[in-house]
């Protein structure tokens, strides 16, 4: 190493490192070493997979593979076991020298932003299932005060106030029908207005997939190109529909990111994006040539929250749920069709009106 650079290499707060092509560790600076716990003369004397967390090794061995076919190593976060056993979370940034077979890497602590990842999308599922169980309430409770009201109203029903001869007691009865017919227009009135709430279909407007997908390409631009992504995209069937534009870009971003974190080693991902309209049926159709899903283990876990299928510990697990709840909390549905190792395909169909 150049001797200028010594002091940079040994004073930053960030893990710098070089390793050669057989996988062991050929410098490591103190920030590394202070972090793991390991001396020098340890990290040096294994092969860098021996430090590894089992469930992130098999991951970490491909993207090696790759590293040495002279491909960089941007955004890869995997785990580290440390001397004292705990689990270090590493984010790094990897550079190939194929002439001198070395690689030099940078790799940030981010064991404290995974905690507290972790600990939201625990609220988020506890948020979740009270907001599941408060839904599933106010349905039950307004389902279960029709019966005894119907029934009140058909007892007042029966009632021939002709056969009544005192005034006051025909006034008590005519006042206690008036009170159950407004109690139950009280209650289908709340109850339509629940279920209007609940898909969110104010604040609609036309939304073009061609231009949101556009925002969205120039957002992640930068990840697009390093990861060699080849789109195949037709709207012509179908260029717009009714929908929210932050929930579509988020439906896009959710999935694209998705197809470059999960293609297949050494193969660039091809994501096809199109749009068809039959009769009201109004579809988007999103493929990718990635790892795929077991969907016989996983299928019906996919759109739950914190879900993970690849025993990828840095998928956050969020994705897909929000794609699923943006799609489905404005009336639409969505389906996946997947196979290990031939990619995956999402259905997304809309509700509403939609323009061509």
């Not at 932050?246 to 998705?258: G, Q, R, Y």
Request: glycine fraction near 6%; proline fraction near 2%; aromatic fraction near 8%.
């Amino acid at each position: 190493m150049n001797l200028e650079l010594e002091p940079f290499f040994d004073q930053s707060v960030d893990c710098l490192c070089i390793a050669d092509y057989e996988g062991y560790f050929v410098k490591i600076n103190p920030a590394f070493k202070n972090l793991l716990g390991y001396s020098e003369e340890e990290l040096k004397s294994k092969l860098i997979s021996e430090f590894i967390y089992h469930e992130d090794k098999e991951r970490t061995a491909a993207h090696r593979e790759k590293l040495k076919n002279n491909v960089p190593l941007v955004n890869f976060e995997n785990r580290y076991v440390s001397k004292s056993g705990e689990l270090v979370w590493l984010h790094w940034t990897s550079i190939p020298l194929r002439n001198e077979r070395l690689i030099y890497a940078i790799a940030k602590d981010i064991t404290h932003s995974k905690k507290l990842e972790k600990e939201r999308i625990s609220y988020l599922n506890q948020l979740n299932e009270v907001n599941e169980k408060l839904k599933q309430q106010n349905y039950t409770t307004s389902h279960d005060l029709r019966s005894p009201l119907n029934n009140l109203m058909s007892l007042v029903n029966l009632i021939d106030l002709t056969k009544i001869d005192d005034e006051e007691t025909r006034e008590i009865f005519s006042l206690i029908r008036l009170s159950a017919e407004g109690v139950n227009n009280s209650l289908n009135a709340f109850i339509d207005s629940y279920k209007q709430n609940d898909i969110q279909t104010e604040n609609l407007k036309e939304v073009r997939f061609g231009t949101v997908l556009q925002k969205v390409q120039n957002s992640i631009g930068a990840l697009i190109d390093k990861a060699g992504v080849h789109f195949q995209i037709d709207f012509s069937k179908l260029e717009s529909t009714q929908f929210k534009s932050d929930f579509m870009e988020s439906i896009f971003l959710n999935l694209i990111t998705n197809s470059i974190k999960y293609a297949k080693p050494g193969v660039p991902p091809k994501i096809s994006i199109t749009t068809h309209q039959t009769n009201n049926e109004k579809t988007l159709i999103y493929s990718d040539n990635g790892l795929g899903i077991d969907m016989d283990k996983v299928g019906h876990l996919i759109f739950k929250l914190n879900g993970r299928f690849h025993g990828n510990e840095d998928s956050k697990g969020v994705g897909l749920y929000l794609v699923h709840t943006h799609v489905t909390s404005l009336g639409g549905t969505i389906k996946v069709e997947s196979k290990v190792n031939e990619g995956t395909t999402f259905t997304i169909k809309f509700k509403g009106r939609t323009n061509i």
